[in-house]
């Protein structure tokens, strides 16, 4: 199947990334912890928006509740389990767990970049 890129927005992968405060160190567990989240999730979504931009569309937010899973995928508002995903992917000839790998390796570069701001 040839696929031509970029997709439109409802063809895309939607990454929903929910970050927990506590990745950010004692000052996101402070009072202000809500309003320091939701300020690297901003800085973070810019930071991420072109990363595979061409079949993928990012949402980083701030996970303060943990029984919602830290990844979701979905196409078209359509939730996707993991084997769905991965299938996905392999259209792109990526792997699920690459792909993971590779976000998480880029946030935390972001995290690094964003307390350095601080």
């Known amino acids: 199947m040839k696929t031509a890129l970029p ?13 927990e405060p506590g990745c950010l160190g004692p000052r996101a567990l402070a009072d202000n912890g809500a309003s320091y989240v ?48 991965e299938r996905y992917l392999k259209i792109f000839n990526k792997e699920l767990d690459e792909f993971e790998d590779h976000l998480n390796e880029r946030l935390g570069e972001i995290i690094e970049s964003f307390l350095g701001q601080q």
Do not use: G, T
């Open 7 to 19: 997709l439109p927005k409802d063809k895309k992968l939607n990454v929903l990334f929910r970050v």
């Open 38 to 85: 939701e300020a690297f999730c901003c800085y973070a979504q810019k930071e991420v928006d072109d990363l595979d931009a061409d079949f993928v569309h990012w949402d980083i937010v701030p996970r303060f509740d943990k029984s919602l899973p830290e990844m979701e995928y979905r196409v078209n508002n359509k939730k996707l389990n993991h084997d769905q995903a």
